[in-house]
């Protein structure tokens, strides 16, 4: 009796191998290539991310300083010596603070600079300590505002106490290791304070 095997199952019978084309193997190189390619476009992208985050938080440091110096200027010339009207500084003088008193260094109406900023004379805050920013501030008189006199014949009088005097105070804080123009190496902000003169 004989029997009959299939071809499939014989071990003796040999088996035509296919062309091989290496459509396989280039689309793998082509799917690897686009993995690539995505990986490397994603990297960019969270490269540019980590930038814009370290410059937006290195500017609000910036900002924080300068509001910072900018109440410690507020803070010298309302707080410690209110009811004080300040002289203006000596055009020799380093800083707009004197041995400890506070002065402006200039008229903001008749200040040739404008709404511009000269921190020449500005006062260093002490506090931030490196690397933080530097921060510089300094006051410009703006006003003195006085009451009518009181009597029917003086209505067009000033009295000489009662006054409310109005300076504006300059703030900066920059990475610099001096005071420099505001722009992109400073953050610069501005105020304005009064005080009532007895």
Same mark, same amino acid.
Request: proline residues 5%; glycine residues 6%.
């Given at each position: 009796?004989?029997?009959?095997?299939?071809?499939?199952?014989?071990?003796?019978?040999?088996?035509?191998?296919?062309?091989?084309?290496g459509?396989?193997?280039?689309?793998?190189?082509?799917?690897?290539?686009?993995?690539?390619?995505?990986?490397?476009?994603?990297?960019?992208?969270?490269?540019?991310?980590?930038?814009?985050?370290?410059n937006?938080?290195?500017?609000?440091?910036?900002v924080?300083?300068?509001?910072?110096?900018l109440?410690?200027?507020?803070?010298?010339?309302?707080?410690?010596?209110?009811?004080?009207?300040?002289?203006?500084?000596?055009?020799?003088?380093?800083? !707009?603070? &004197?041995?400890?008193?506070?002065? $402006?260094?200039?008229? *903001?109406? @008749?200040?040739?600079?404008?709404? =511009? %900023? #000269?921190f020449?004379q500005?006062?260093?805050?002490?506090?931030?300590?490196?690397?933080?920013?530097?921060?510089?501030?300094?006051?410009?008189?703006?006003?003195?505002?006085?009451?009518?006199?009181?009597?029917?014949?003086?209505?067009?009088?000033? !009295?000489t &106490?009662?006054?409310?005097?109005? $300076?504006?105070?300059? *703030?900066? @804080?920059?990475?610099?290791?001096? =005071? %420099? #123009?505001?722009?992109?190496?400073?953050?610069?902000?501005?105020?304005?304070?009064?005080?009532?003169?007895?």
């Open positions: 009796m004989t029997f009959f095997m299939p071809a499939s199952l014989n071990p003796n019978h040999k088996h035509p191998l296919p062309k091989q084309q459509a396989t193997l280039v689309v793998a190189l082509i799917m690897l290539l686009m993995l690539l390619m995505l990986a490397i476009t994603g990297m960019r992208a969270i490269t540019l991310e980590s930038r814009i985050a370290a937006l938080l290195d500017q609000q440091q910036l924080e300083v300068a509001d910072g110096a109440r410690d200027g507020e803070r010298t010339i309302v707080g410690s010596y209110q009811g004080v009207r300040l002289a203006q500084c000596d055009s020799a003088a380093p800083s !707009a603070v &004197t041995e400890g008193v506070p002065c $402006y260094v200039s008229e *903001a109406k @008749a200040d040739t600079l404008g709404l =511009h %900023t #000269d020449a500005g006062v260093e805050v002490a506090g931030f300590t490196s690397p933080a920013p530097n921060g510089f501030w300094y006051p410009r008189y703006i006003d003195t505002v006085c009451p009518k006199g009181m009597s029917a014949t003086s209505a067009l009088n000033i !009295a &106490t009662g006054c409310t005097e109005y $300076y504006e105070v300059n *703030a900066q @804080a920059t990475r610099q290791n001096a =005071h %420099t #123009d505001c722009g992109a190496n400073a953050v610069c902000l501005r105020s304005t304070v009064n005080q009532f003169i007895k």
